[in-house]
């Protein structure tokens, strides 16, 4: 194979042959140059044996917008891949909104995504994947001297947002029938429709509904800030309240497709609720945190799952530690939104006298305290007070799952628990001093000008 070009490519052809070496690299780099394993590879990387071997393998993979198996990962049936502007432009939120850089997914054999990265790559602001669909060229240039090989091989590629075989649906999918006449005793009078999963518009919400995109976004810190110093505000503050998580995949989030594995298999849901008119006023916690966390009553129906769940002597299986860990993640946010409500009170609480938290929940509870107590700010900033929370976290589930149970939970199960509390905690305090951080940063500006 021809050596890597260390700067940066000169045309879609280096483009090409450097990705393809790139990928060499990659699995031969702990094989010695004499192995059999590693000559053999050398011959499958060969830049034209690839790209043969791509054109080929393209055929198991189709970029979508809208897809089966995240409605069933067994489905086996159509996919589309619809650009936006040419659907019809209604006026709800819909695909038809999503700008023109979107992301199409994957769907397909994850053994092939190397194809996909490979017609991600960019030349001159756009992809070899839609340079194409327009068969341009200069790629078929870059592929072979050979021109109907490379004209072969760009139709391959192309084909990649192209249905396989005819329309169809499949057992596992959605179907359901809409009434499109005036008389529903009439079969004549519906239409059958097979839902498919906007799955190009949820990865655009996902990373719009993100907390680390809204709750620590800039705008977001800013509104939080001038809501803090009474000042005007110019546009409003985003919120996405009563978020729920779906997960699709399982612990093979990959298997649904290229997108859905980015997100880890998490998917947001926006609330679709009845008015729940519920006070509002948050009380500090003064004697036991963790007693006020259980007193949520999203908190008791989730540790009520998750012990009755335990409590059946699951088998040891994937669907048994999916489960588990849904369940766990959905107590962990339950803290992380507890966290958050007893952010809103007026920073300061902890210090009465009548509060008796040990320090460490103070620092985790009452984090604006440290802006007016300069003590009490370097206590909290040289206290590992996020492993004690996540320590003292595990050690009230550990407690509260064997309360008049058969099961008999200690040190490993609480080394469980701490692990899963500590990750998100540990994001937490992260998180917590990079916002702190620049609005402090911009005090000093403004103290500045």
Known sequence: MTERVNSPPSSVKDLIH??????????????LADDPKYLELQQQFEPKTWLADAARRVSQLQVVTHSLKAIHPDAKGTNLYIEPSKLTQGD???????????????????????????????????????????????????????????????????????????????????????LVGDDP???????????????????????????????????????????????????GYISYPNLAVQKLGGTKPQN??????ERGGQNYLLASLPPNWQS???????????????????????????????????????????LHDDLTAMLIDELMLFTFDIHSLTPGWTADEKCQLVPEEHYWLDPGRAHEDSEFAEARRQSDWHEVVSSRAANWLNRELNYK?????????????????????????????DLQGALHDEEDTEALA
């Open 18 to 31: 450097e990705f393809i070496h790139d990928r060499f690299a990659t699995k031969a780099e702990k094989l």
């Open 92 to 178: 709800l939120v819909g695909s038809h909104c999503l700008p023109s850089d979107f992301q199409g997914d994957v769907v397909g054999n994850a053994a092939a995504l190397d194809v996909y990265k490979f017609l991600k790559l960019e030349w001159q602001g756009r992809s070899l994947l839609e340079l194409a669909l327009d068969f341009d060229e200069v790629l078929i240039g870059a592929l072979s001297q050979d021109r109907a090989e490379a004209e072969s091989w760009v139709h391959a590629f192309a084909s990649i947002t192209e249905p396989k075989g005819r329309p169809s649906s499949h057992v596992m999918g959605k179907q359901l029938y809409w």
């Open 185 to 235: 005793t009439d079969d004549e009078s519906y239409r059958l429709l097979a839902p498919l999963y906007a799955t190009a518009l949820t990865h655009r919400f996902y990373a719009q509904a993100s907390p680390n995109t809204w709750f620590f976004g800039d705008h977001n810190k800013a509104a939080r800030k001038a809501l803090k110093d009474k000042t005007l505000f110019e546009g």
């Open 256 to 261: 649904i497709s290229q997108l859905n594995s």
């Open 280 to 322: 509002s006023e948050v009380y500090a916690p003064m004697r036991d945190a963790f007693r006020a966390f259980k007193g949520r009553p999203d908190v008791r129906r989730i540790l009520g799952e998750l012990k009755r769940f335990l409590e059946t002597d699951p088998s040891k299986n994937m669907h048994t530690r999916d």
């Open 405 to 433: 149970s058969p099961m008999s939970f200690g040190d490993a199960e609480h080394h469980h628990w701490k692990r899963r509390f500590e990750g998100i905690v540990t994001e937490f305090r992260r998180q917590l001093v």
